[in-house]
C-alpha cells in the first residue's frame, strides 16, 4: 500500500468514525429532547396560546395543567416574567406548581417574547388581567381563588393588578418590589411572600424589608429574614425569604426559591392536592445539560462533512484560502495592537453607530449591546486598515469585499453552508434552551428591526472574523490544538474588551443590573469563536461563520431586547 493509499485509507476511517459519533450524539439529544418535553409526564403543557388585550395586544402564554384535574375546578396561578427575557424563564416554576395540582399560566408581556405591542410599564396590567379573563373563561377555573408570581418587573405589573382584584388570595414577589401596604391588605385575605437573593444587583435588603414593615404597619427594625410573620389560617401570612447564594438572575433558576414558592402556595390553598411530590427542577437542568452537550458536539462534527460536501472544490480545481500575511507581525504584537485599538477607538465607534442609526431604531438593549461590540469591531476597522496600508491593500476591495470575491457558484455554496449551519444550531438551541429555559424567537412585529440589527452585527463579525482568523489563525499551525489557541485568544479579547465597557456602564448608570448581560455574553461569544475558527480551518474562508453567529447571537439579543422606542432604557423598577 502506497502512502498516499493509506492516507486515504485513514481519512475514510476519520470520516467513519466521525459518522458514528455524531449518529450517536444525535441520538443523545434526541432522546434529552423527549425527556425534557415529557417530564413531568402528568402535567400538560401548551405552548404559545394568544389572547387580547382591551387595548388590542396579542399576549403570547403557555398553560400548564394537572392531566387528571381537567374536570375539577382548579385554582390558577399567572406568573409574569422581567425585563429582557420572556415566559420560557419562569417555567421550572410553572412545573412545581402544576404538579402540585394548580392550573398555571405563564406569559410575555408586551414587547416581549411572542407577545405583540411596546414596552409600556402602566399598560403591563393589563396583559394579566387578559390572561384572568381567559382563565375564567376556561369554566374549570375557580373564579375567587387565584395567586400571582411575579419575577423583577413582572412583579410591579403584579402589585398593579392585585392591589384592586381581591380574587388574588397570595403575591410572591421574586427579585421584585413590594407596593401592597396595611391599608391595601387589611379587609382581605392575601398571603405575601418576598424572595430576595443576597447578590441581587437592583433590590436591596433594606428596602424589602422597609416594604414588609408597611405592609405588616411595624418598625423596620422587627423585620427579620425567613420569618413567618401573621399565619395561613388567618389568610395574611407575610414573609420575607432571603437566600445567600443567588443574583436577580439566577433567582428565576434556584431550587430553593422554586420550593419557597411552591410551599407558600401549598399553604395558602391546603385544599388543592398535589398530584406529584417530587421535584423536577434539578433533574430537568441534568437534562438540559445533556441536550446541549450532545447538541453542540452532533454540530461541530458534522461541520466538516457538510462543509466538505457543499463548499470544497472539485479535486482538479485550486483551492484557494483567503489569508492576509502580515510577516513583520507575531500573534502577541498583532493581539496587543487588537486590545489598544478597541480602547482607544471605542468610543468614537459607538458614537458613530448610534447617532446614525440606534437613535432611530426600538430593541434598546439590543441597539446598546450592538453598540458596545460595534465600539471595538471600528477599532479593529482601523487596524485593519493600517494593516492595508502596510501591505498595499485596500480596505475596501482587497480586505472587506474580498470574501465576496470569486466565482459565483463558489459564494452561493458559501453562503448555503452559512445557512444550513445556522438552520441546525438554531434549532439546537431552540429545542433545548429556547422552549425550557429563555424564549429566543423573536415576535413578529420585531422582525423589521431584526433584519436591520442582523446586517449590522454580520457587518461587525466580518471585520471580527478578517481580523482573528484571515490574520491571526493563520500564523497559528494546523491540528486541532492550535485552533482552540487561535479560538481562546479570539475569545479573550472580545471578553476583555465587552466586560470592561459593561462595567463601565453599569457604574454610569448606578446600578449593577446590566452585568446580568454576561449570563449570555459569555457562552455565546465562545460558541460564536469556535464555530469562526473551525469553518475557516475547513474551509479557507469565513463567511458560512460570519453568517451562523450573526444569525444566531443577533436573533437572540433582538429576543431578548423589548420592543420600545426612544431613549428609555429598560430596567427594573
Known sequence: MTPVERDSEKKR??????????????????????????????????????????????????????????????????????????????????????????FVVTHDFRGHGLSSGELERNKLKNDVKAIKKYLLDKGNIDRHNFGYIGYSMGGFAGNDVVKDDNDFKFFIGVGTGLALDYEDCKNRDLNILMILAKYDQGRRLEDS????????????????????????????????????????FTTAYDQDFIREARDFAIN?????????????????????????????????????????????????????????????????????????????????????IFFTVFLFLPLTTAGLSTAVL??????????????????????????????????????????????????????ILYLSIGLNYLGIIPSLNKVPWVL???????????????????????KFEKGMKNLFKAALLQYSILMVYFITFVMIFCILMGTMFYNMFFYFAIPMFLLAVFISALLYQQTGKILAGTIVNSVFILLIICTLSPLSFGLAIPGFS
Open 13 to 102: 476511517d476519520l470520516d467513519k468514525k466521525r459518522i458514528i459519533l455524531s449518529s450517536i450524539f444525535l441520538l443523545i439529544f434526541i432522546f434529552g429532547t423527549f425527556l425534557i418535553f415529557t417530564t413531568p409526564s402528568n402535567i400538560e403543557i401548551k405552548y404559545n396560546l394568544t389572547v387580547e388585550t382591551k387595548d388590542g395586544e396579542q399576549i403570547s402564554f403557555n398553560t400548564y395543567e394537572p392531566i387528571d384535574r381537567h374536570n375539577d375546578k382548579m385554582t390558577a396561578i399567572i406568573i409574569g416574567h422581567g425585563v429582557m427575557v420572556n415566559k420560557e424563564m419562569l417555567k421550572s416554576y410553572a412545573i412545581e406548581l402544576a404538579t402540585s395540582g394548580f
Open 374 to 427: 460595534f465600539g471595538q469591531a471600528f477599532g479593529i476597522l482601523i487596524l485593519l486598515w493600517r494593516i492595508g496600508k502596510k501591505n498595499d491593500r485596500g480596505l475596501i476591495k482587497e480586505i472587506l469585499l474580498k470574501p465576496f470575491r470569486g466565482k459565483r457558484r463558489d459564494l452561493l455554496r458559501e453562503i448555503a453552508l452559512g445557512a444550513i449551519l445556522a438552520s441546525i444550531l438554531y434549532t
Open 452 to 474: 436591520i440589527y442582523m446586517a449590522i452585527g454580520f457587518f461587525m463579525l466580518l471585520i471580527f472574523s478578517i481580523f482573528f482568523q484571515v490574520i491571526i489563525q493563520v
Open 268 to 352: 395558602t390553598f391546603p385544599k388543592v392536592e398535589p398530584i406529584d411530590e417530587n421535584f423536577y427542577a434539578n433533574f430537568r437542568f441534568l437534562i438540559l445539560i445533556m441536550q446541549i452537550v450532545s447538541g453542540l458536539a452532533c454540530f461541530f462534527l458534522i461541520i466538516k462533512p457538510l462543509a466538505k460536501l457543499i463548499v470544497k472544490p472539485k479535486e482538479e480545481e485550486e483551492e484557494e484560502v483567503f489569508e492576509i500575511k502580515t510577516e513583520d507581525e507575531t500573534i502577541e504584537t498583532l493581539s496587543l495592537k487588537a486590545l489598544i485599538y478597541s480602547f482607544v477607538l471605542a468610543i468614537p465607534g459607538m458614537a458613530i
Open 209 to 248: 424589608k422597609e416594604e414588609i414593615a408597611d405592609r405588616l404597619n411595624i418598625d423596620d427594625e422587627d423585620v427579620h429574614v425567613n420569618k413567618l410573620y401573621e399565619s395561613f389560617e388567618t389568610k395574611n401570612a407575610t414573609k420575607l425569604f432571603y437566600d445567600d447564594n443567588s443574583d436577580h
